[in-house]
């Protein structure tokens, strides 16, 4: 299976601890994105990576959101001191760059922050 | 804000019924526009897309039209099926990100 995988798929946490999420995009993609959904919600951007560097970042990525793609691969979403809020689905999508290219979305993964 | 608006589900059909789920976008210019399936328990999947006014998009029997003069993208499929059963979004993608609208689940009952 060559698609977008995102580890761990679920992670549970006590409120106050440090989360980090990995993301692997398709091979030859050079844009990758972190969403977070919740329930009954569609997906909200957060940030996206164009080859390694970051070229945008949402007002919802708070000071405690970081995100990195140091080899233009795989990618991490680090959350510090969590607080139950931040109790959602994070997605990762890629894609290729170019107008209207379609976005391939990783399965999630889930946080519950106690 | 979320400048894509679609029709508020839940959305319950009886097989073989005809749907459509309402979706309008706000996005100058000349956006994509998609709607994506969520199935239970997977991630989302594309289920069509249109790249410029008057395209329609189509797949597994479900078709959208671009419609640039009413801002629209509705999604319509003539007889649902049970396997249809799944949360539907809406996107568009003007320049870099991608704006979703809040999701229709729809179930289907045989």
């Known amino acids: 299976d060559t698609g977008v995988s995102q580890d761990p798929r679920h992670k549970i946490t006590k409120r106050g601890q440090n989360v980090t999420f990995r993301c692997d995009p398709i091979?030859?993609?050079?844009?990758l994105y972190w969403y977070r959904q919740t329930l009954g919600q569609g997906p909200e951007f957060l940030t996206y990576f164009q080859n390694e560097a970051q070229l945008e970042k949402s007002r919802l990525l708070s000071d405690r959101f970081s995100a990195e793609r140091p080899k233009g691969s795989f990618s991490t979403l680090e959350i510090q001191r969590t607080e139950q809020g931040d109790s959602a689905m994070y997605l990762c999508?890629?894609?290729?760059?170019?107008?209207?290219?379609?976005?391939?979305f990783g399965p999630g993964t889930r946080l519950l922050v106690l | 804000g979320n400048s894509v608006t679609q029709m508020e589900g839940p959305v319950t059909l009886s097989e073989e019924a005809f749907l459509t789920i309402n979706c309008t976008y706000t996005a100058t210019g000349y956006p994509s526009l998609f709607w994506y399936v969520q199935y239970p328990g997977e991630g989302l999947q594309l289920l069509l897309k249109?790249?410029?006014?008057?395209d329609k998009g189509s797949n597994k029997g479900f078709e959208a039209t671009y419609r640039k003069e009413t801002t629209s993208f509705h999604l319509e499929k003539g007889s649902v099926q049970v396997s249809d059963s799944a949360v539907y979004f809406c996107a568009d993608n003007n320049n870099n990100d991608m704006r979703f609208g809040a999701g229709t689940r729809l179930t289907v009952k045989p």
């Open positions: 249109a790249t410029k006014a008057d």
């Open positions: 999508a890629s894609r290729p760059s170019g107008q209207g290219e379609t976005q391939y």
């Open positions: 091979s030859e993609h050079n844009r």
